[in-house]
């Protein structure tokens, strides 16, 4: 498959009617192929729980019956300081982001994980190898699931934020076109972080700390505790002392 930054597909009609019809009932009745910008932005600005239009560069539908049922898109991560941390500056050209996957809730069990790993594999020829990180969402109770089955790196939660985002008619204030339209604010939440290299080589590159996947609350909590933290939490432990 040869990959554009955009595709001139014919993807319409977009979702599945009022009216019903059939559904999948296995995640092999999916068929996949890569869509345009626009028609993934139109799907997550209208399905997506952000409802927020995203910078796309690659963009694949998943389709049952000519039918679209599922969108995945990446793009450049909006944040340099994601760019830049993930691998050092030098390599900051590489970071790509998943940073939108729809399905509709018609679609069977491991639909989403069968969406990604092919998505990754029509990725896996873009040359210089890619880097890529993505999100989920603890405000939704998101754990990435869908990342630990398609074996991404758990990289801890995002920082904390007091301020909220902005954006300006569904689209974030960065991508915004004019500066006199409305500020909308909304909180961020913060996020488990996760990483994949598509060059096995590269994960000597990884600047920030790999940590177990987000299943034990223990685990995380010392995913994210500073060493100096760690090192008193640690003689207290040895003490018998209690750590809270």
């Known amino acids: 498959m040869s990959l554009c930054g955009d595709s001139s597909t014919v993807e319409f009609p977009l979702f599945q009617g009022g009216d019903g019809g059939a559904i999948p009932t296995s ?107 993505s999100y989920a969402d603890t405000a939704q109770k998101h754990r990435g699931g869908i990342y630990m089955a398609t074996n991404w790196i758990y990289v801890g939660l995002s920082d904390e934020r007091k301020c909220g985002d902005k954006s300006i008619d569904g689209k974030h204030s960065r991508h915004g076109s004019k500066a006199s339209e409305k500020l909308k604010t909304f909180p961020r939440s913060r996020k488990h972080r ?26 995380q909590r010392d995913l994210e505790m500073p060493s100096s933290r760690k090192s008193r939490r640690k003689s207290s432990d040895a003490s018998g002392l209690s750590t809270t």
């Open 27 to 133: 995640p092999l009745q999916l068929n996949f192929r890569q869509i345009t910008s626009k028609t993934s932005n139109i799907v997550v600005s209208e399905m997506h729980y952000a409802k927020r239009a995203v910078p796309v560069v690659w963009a694949f539908g998943a389709y049952f019956n000519n039918i679209l049922h599922g969108v995945i898109s990446f793009g450049k991560p909006a944040s340099p300081h994601v760019c830049f941390g993930i691998c050092g500056r030098e390599n900051s050209e590489r970071v790509y982001e998943l940073n939108r996957l729809w399905m509709s809730e018609h679609c069977p069990k491991n639909s989403e994980s069968r969406f990604i790993g092919w998505s990754l594999r029509q990725l896996k020829n873009v040359k210089p190898p890619l880097i890529l990180i």
């Open 194 to 219: 996760f990483v994949y290299f598509f060059n096995q080589n590269d994960k000597s590159l990884l600047k920030w700390k790999q940590g177990p996947y987000p299943n034990n609350p223990k685990q």
